[in-house]
């Protein structure tokens, strides 16, 4: 079993719609959790991170976290066709070491 | 502020040949993190540099080797290549490592083994 598991997806959504990416963890020592966002052919870029347990809030997106169900997800609302990229979720154990999801690739349709 | 910078770009090696990556990371930033990234396997850790020392190592052979420089400059090596080494290898800085500190990537080395 991966450290950090996501649906490969492709998700896909209509454009203005909310895309909802999940992501799940097996180690329960995990601190933080990052959001990445990444192009095809482009070095990952941070979204958002998350370390309490509940909703962050920034701009259209929304990162929730709940830790006894080692459940991470990140709401996109409006979505746009600018959206459609693979969201990569990642997890800081508790060695300090950041581990990747295998991503989920979002399809944001016009 | 300049973002991290990886040299070279592209590179294309033979089995059996060695190669040398370079990663220079955000101004002040002093942990430096290696990650290869192929289709299948996804961004997969290879090692962590703080302050000139490894601070953590993922499941990668003894093949693959890093270092860290004084001025957190970071170089990454692998010997003895293979087909199934071709990937995007990426270097991540952060500023002190801990664990609410983001990765800002750098735009990757492209990798290809004939």
């Known amino acids: 079993q991966k450290e950090v598991e996501q649906n490969s997806g492709p998700l896909s959504v209509p454009e203005g719609a909310i895309a909802s990416l999940n992501c799940t963890y097996s180690?329960?020592?995990?601190?933080?959790f990052f959001w990445y966002r990444q192009y095809s052919g482009k070095s990952p870029e941070l979204i958002m991170f998350?370390?309490?347990?509940g909703d962050k809030e920034d701009g259209r997106f929304t990162a929730q976290l709940n830790k006894a169900s080692q459940y991470v997800s990140l709401l996109i609302r409006d979505s746009q066709p600018s959206d459609s990229a693979t969201y990569l979720c990642?997890?800081?154990?508790?060695?300090?070491?950041?581990?990747f999801g295998g991503g989920t690739r979002l399809m944001v349709k016009p | 502020k300049a973002g991290v910078t990886q040299t070279p770009r592209y590179l294309i090696k033979t089995r059996g040949q060695q190669v040398t990556l370079s990663c220079s990371p955000i101004s002040g930033h002093r942990s430096v993190s290696w990650y290869q990234q192929t289709p299948g396997q996804g961004l997969q850790f290879l090692f962590e540099?703080?302050?000139?020392?490894?601070?953590n190592k993922g499941n990668f052979p003894g093949r693959f080797s890093g270092r860290q420089f004084s001025n957190s400059r970071s170089e990454m090596n692998v010997s003895t290549l293979e087909l199934g080494d071709s990937a995007l290898y990426l270097c991540?800085?952060?500023?002190?490592?801990?664990?609410?500190?983001?990765?800002?990537f750098g735009n990757g080395t492209r990798l290809t083994v004939t």
């Open positions: 998350i370390y309490s347990n």
């Open positions: 990642a997890a800081v154990n508790a060695g300090n070491m950041l581990t």
């Open positions: 991540a800085s952060r500023p002190e490592g801990l664990f609410d500190s983001p990765l800002h």
């Open positions: 540099y703080f302050s000139e020392t490894q601070r």
């Open positions: 180690d329960r020592g995990s601190q933080s």
